[in-house]
């Protein structure tokens, strides 16, 4: 008789942070749990958890860069329990597990020809001389940020200040009360404008987010860079018209920038610089 089990990964949390660069972080850990549910859901033979790399979609130009890696644990083998487990009920049985993640291991991102992403997949078979493997996989993303202690932290915390200039008759001073910036969330500009030469009349202020990707490409690819942007604020606003004042004295004005969620629930680190 064919086994009739269906298997559920459930994870802790869908991020693992690892605090640190690769060859200083100490790595992290990914915790869940696996529910067989099923006639046969107390007779299992074998019950196996991994950490992989997601493979390219078919017809997607996106490529995988995700490294090989199988960080494995199981949790049944030859039929004896390996790890914490609970019987829910009759029919329902559910395994803990916790997998090792390296902290030299690349943090999932997203660009416009590669990925690196990884999935948690538990792969069940029952005690069942026409058992079949069931198994089923779940997106897990892995992070990396500064330790709170570091040097790069106490400096992303600090404000941003930009300055530029227009053609030798206008100064532009841009300020925002962090370096960090959340997806999905607002972000405050304080803007200071300030005549260079007597009767400049100011026409229109832009303040704009951009998002600059740099993908080096393997072996003997170019490296390219998109850049797009994801946040515009226009003063005065084009629907509403008007010609702008004359300046005589410095002009101080504030904005409010909405930060668009970033791709696939991934947050983006904006930094200058080596890390």
């Not at 538990?122 to 493997?133: D, K, L, N, P, T």
């Not at 915390?157 to 925002?176: F, I, K, M, P, Y």
């Not at 393997?218 to 994801?230: E, G, I, L, M, N």
Request: aromatic letters at 6%; glycine letters at 6%.
């Amino acid at each position: 008789m064919l086994s009739t089990i269906s298997v559920a990964v459930y994870l802790d949390s869908p991020e693992a942070i690892m605090y640190g660069g690769p060859r200083e972080a100490n790595g992290t850990a990914i915790t869940g749990r696996v529910v067989v549910t099923g006639k046969n859901a107390a007779q299992m033979a074998s019950l196996i958890v991994t950490l992989r790399g997601q493979r390219a979609r078919m017809f997607h130009t996106q490529q995988s860069a995700a490294p090989a890696t199988r960080v494995q644990a199981s949790l049944v083998v030859d039929g004896q329990n390996n790890s914490d487990h609970t019987a829910v009920s009759d029919r329902t049985h559910a395994w803990r597990f916790a997998l090792r993640v390296p902290g030299d291991m690349a943090e999932t991102v997203y660009t416009r020809g590669s990925f690196v992403a990884y999935e948690v997949v538990a792969e069940a078979r029952a005690i069942s001389a026409f058992a079949a493997v069931q198994s089923r996989a779940v997106p897990v993303a892995i992070k990396r940020t500064p330790p709170t202690d570091s040097a790069w932290a106490s400096a992303a915390g600090a404000a941003v200040e930009e300055n530029a200039a227009w053609r030798s008759q206008l100064e532009l001073t841009l300020t925002t009360p962090s370096r960090i910036m959340h997806d999905a969330q607002t972000v405050s500009v304080s803007c200071l404008v300030r005549p260079l030469t007597k009767g400049i009349r100011l026409g229109r202020v832009a303040v704009q987010l951009s998002e600059r990707i740099t993908h080096n490409g393997a072996w003997h690819a170019q490296p390219y860079t998109t850049t797009r942007v994801v946040a515009e604020e226009i003063d005065p606003d084009p629907e509403t018209g008007g010609l702008g004042q004359t300046l005589v004295h410095e002009t101080a004005a504030s904005y409010t920038l909405h930060v668009p969620p970033a791709y696939t629930g991934i947050q983006y680190d904006i930094h200058r610089g080596a890390i």
